[in-house]
């Protein structure tokens, strides 16, 4: 939330300063990035679901686009091609399973990532019509994809949300 300029009023100053001094510090270091986030889902499923209901299951209340269905909404260059890549609760996911007669399946297009709280519609923002993740968490979701593409674009994500952060810091200087 810190890196995409919303604002962060759960965090005190000091907290927001050292969050920035530690995200500035450590920006050539993809994996610790993967480190630091790798807790922020619960579980994850795959899903085949049809290319058409994509756009509709994105839409859907609760559940927040990231990786490659949030990429082109944060800059990057990178096509969904009738993929799909979001955050929902497990009651959510449960629910979409029967609306979109969701098939289990290891090659499946739709990757469905479990949380627990609110945490990803609190820190969502809207763009293109649907609710995305952050830029840091979008870029460490294409960073965790296993083609190369996505995880290139996934790094230059990453890079330019950090390069944000240390214009922002500059400016304050």
Known sequence: ALLDGQHTEWLASSERSR???R???HSDEVATFRRWLSARQSGTARFRIAASDIAALLAEKGVVASGVSAAHAHG???SAAG???AYVTAALAKK???EYFLVASERGNLLLRSVDGAWHTDTAVQREGMLVTTRLMTAVDLLDATDVRSATAGRELLRDALGSLAVTTA???
């Open 23 to 25: 995200l500035l510090r």
């Open 19 to 21: 969050l920035r001094s």
């Open 171 to 173: 400016r304050r200087s």
């Open 76 to 78: 990057a260059r990178l």
């Open 96 to 98: 979409l399973k029967k």
């Open 83 to 85: 993929e799909a890549d």
